[in-house]
């Protein structure tokens, strides 16, 4: 189990979004497919991609003007960790 800390409200990341300006983003991939999300830096290169299975979440590190885009049922928060 892992203990996080919600620094903001779930939202989808249809669009490119920098989550905030976040630095830690949960990503849940709320659909029964795989998804795939694309890191970008603030100049638009893609930094990264990785896939999330149906359900599933995971936790992206990024640079604060870092965005993240996804499909309608990507879902991201910005997070810290917690004592």
């Known amino acids: ?3 996080i800390k919600l620094l903001g409200s779930e939202a989808a990341i249809a669009t490119a979004s ?3 300006l976040a630095k830690l983003v949960r990503v849940l991939n ?3 497919g795989v998804q795939l999300i694309t890191q970008k830096n603030a100049g638009g290169t893609t ?3 990785v896939s999330i299975y149906a359900y599933d979440c995971i936790e992206i ?3 604060s ?3 993240l885009t996804g499909a309608a049922t990507s ?3 910005a997070i810290a960790f917690a004592n």
Do not use: E
């Open 1 to 3: 189990m892992s203990v």
């Open 18 to 20: 920098n989550v905030g």
């Open 30 to 32: 709320n659909s029964a």
């Open 47 to 49: 930094i990264g991609t």
């Open 61 to 63: 590190s990024k640079a």
């Open 65 to 67: 003007t870092d965005t």
């Open 75 to 77: 879902l991201a928060v």
